[in-house]
Nanobody, 129 residues
Framework: QVHLMESGGGSVQPGGSLTLSCATS????????VAWFRQAPGKEREMVAV????????IYADTLKGRFTISQNVAKNELYLKMNSLQPGDAATYFC??????????????????????WGQGTQVAVSS
């Protein structure tokens, strides 16, 4: 059974850091694009970071480069998102996702949410100002 589940969300002060985790099962991240998306209340879902199968390459939203880092532990089937220097604008529900419809080993992964087939339920991140 394919399953993704986020954890690690919470409330932090501006400038703080937080690391999100995504436990996965039912597929191999070695050959699968994985990603983090986020959605704030009243706003569209947006791509945060995308990682190629096997972790060969990563793409970030331009505004998040240098602050957010996507990584994975293949042995543990876990995906991570390290967030630094958090700002009020980063408050959102964060989702991890996988594209099981594409065989990807070091490919250029898609950036649109509708191109990902499996999703976690999301974890909330709040940033107090």
């Amino acid at each position: 059974q394919v399953h993704l589940m986020e954890s690690g969300g919470g409330s932090v002060q501006p400038g703080g850091s937080l690391t999100l985790s995504c436990a996965t099962s039912g597929f191999s991240m070695i050959t699968t694009c994985v990603a983090w998306f986020r959605q704030a209340p009243g706003k569209e879902r947006e791509m945060v970071a995308v990682m190629s199968g096997g972790g060969g390459d990563s793409i970030y939203a331009d505004t998040l480069k240098g602050r957010f880092t996507i990584s994975q532990n293949v042995a543990k089937n876990e995906l991570y998102l390290k967030m630094n220097s958090l700002q009020p604008g980063d408050a959102a529900t964060y989702f991890c996702a996988a594209n099981l419809g594409l065989f990807c080993l070091g490919c250029l992964c898609p950036r649109r949410g509708d191109q990902y087939t499996d999703w976690g339920q999301g974890t909330q991140v709040a940033v107090s100002s």
